[in-house]
């Protein structure tokens, strides 16, 4: 199956990791005025853990995706990516070097992969399960800013 969307997926997502990195009381996108909610950093494999078991038995998330299997993770070689293992339910992350995948927002793309199941990897199902997770998690100002960043890329 193609994912013909991934790159536009990635480009949005870029775009409000850079907002996050660069604080402000507000942002403005596409003419509408953001306040983000803080995002969460992580210092190791465990943190990222922990959090990985408080978003999957969260009770919104709950009654949004029902219940999960829990999500293991594990170190990553390499800075380019991190991934998600559907066979083993396993998010890969790099702690080394810019520690870039340390982020809420990388970490809520790959829950997003665990729970979209159908279609490309970075299609409708898996946007509308990410900005969904990123609502009930992040709060929903994240959420806007990611729906109207995926808007803005072309991507569905």
């Given amino acids: 199956m193609t994912d013909a969307q991934r790159s536009r997926v990635y480009s949005a997502e870029k775009t409000l990791r850079w907002l996050y990195d660069h604080p402000a009381s507000s942002h403005e996108i596409g003419g509408v005025i953001v306040q983000l909610e803080p995002?969460?950093?992580?210092?190791?494999?465990?943190?990222?853990?922990?959090?990985?078991?408080?978003?999957?038995?969260?009770?919104?998330?709950?009654?949004?995706?029902?219940?999960?299997?829990?999500?293991?993770?594990?170190?990553?070689?390499?800075?380019?990516?991190?991934?998600?293992?559907?066979?083993?339910?396993?998010?890969?992350?790099?702690?080394?070097?810019?520690?870039?995948?340390?982020?809420?927002?990388?970490?809520?793309?790959?829950?997003?992969?665990?729970?979209?199941?159908?279609?490309?990897a970075h299609g409708p199902e898996f946007t509308a399960t990410l900005t969904r997770l990123i609502e009930l998690v992040m709060g929903p100002q994240a959420a806007l800013a990611l729906r109207l960043l995926y808007a803005q890329n072309g991507a569905t």
């Fill in 39 to 120: 995002e969460a950093r992580f210092a190791s494999l465990e943190s990222v853990a922990d959090y990985l078991d408080r978003v999957i038995s969260h009770p919104a998330v709950i009654a949004e995706f029902g219940p999960s299997a829990p999500i293991k993770v594990r170190e990553r070689r390499g800075e380019k990516a991190a991934h998600y293992e559907p066979a083993t339910a396993t998010i890969a992350i790099n702690t080394s070097g810019t520690r870039w995948s340390l982020r809420e927002m990388c970490v809520q793309h790959e829950i997003a992969h665990h729970y979209s199941r159908t279609g490309p």
